[in-house]
């Protein structure tokens, strides 16, 4: 006992080592542990709270659906759009004695928000796409004839009316517009595409891997202060990298 004090006293004593001191009230040893010796465990800093983000569930927000148009309502709303658009790109639309809208497929971009799924969601974003089988091309006469040459009319179609919002702050629009063609042309499949974008959209129909008829825009026959392209692809080539 008395080594064991003296190793204490020294501070030689390692942690396996305890010395027992009687207790009078108790009569039991008391066990006196080397507080030198004990390591202490390290303190973790404790970490700053972070506020838990708020989960909004999909059927809450604000959503774009893409819906056919072919009702009269859903025409005036469509001429309303387009009149709009040209209007905010100082473009005035000339009277043509064959109308040929009706003769298009028409597909509308509507901005559904939440709580108003009964009402009739407005009408944000345009696009039409026409067979040669059904209407002649827009601007048909100024591509050059070897461009059809072993094709048949139901191989060739023409997209065109794109049209968007001008008040429209939301984001995705021109890219749920493009998948919808482009999901729209790989159930079709034609053999030849036909597109006469305005001049602002010109790089983006280019991306989209399609050529230009000439080095230059064109006037466009049905529209006052207005250029477009004449823009062609083969099908064939541009869904190439797409089929998985």
Known sequence: MSLEKNAYRNGTSDSSRHSYEGDESHGEPVRVVNQNTVTRPEQVPPSSPTAPRSFVAPALKPRLEVRPIGTRTGFRELAG??????????????????ILWPLAL??????????EEDKRPQLIGAFWARCLADAPLTLGHLYPASLFKGLYAADVWEFG???IEPTYQGKGLVKMMSETAKLFLFSRRPKLIITNPVEPLYELYRQFGLKAVGNRPVDHPHAYNVKVWLMYGDFEKLARPYFM
């Open 106 to 115: 028409h597909f509308g971009l509507y901005d559904v928000k939440p709580g």
């Open 81 to 98: 759009l387009h009149r709009r658009t040209w209007k905010n790109l100082n473009v005035e639309e000339k009277r043509v004695h064959m």
């Open 161 to 163: 009316g794109m049209v």
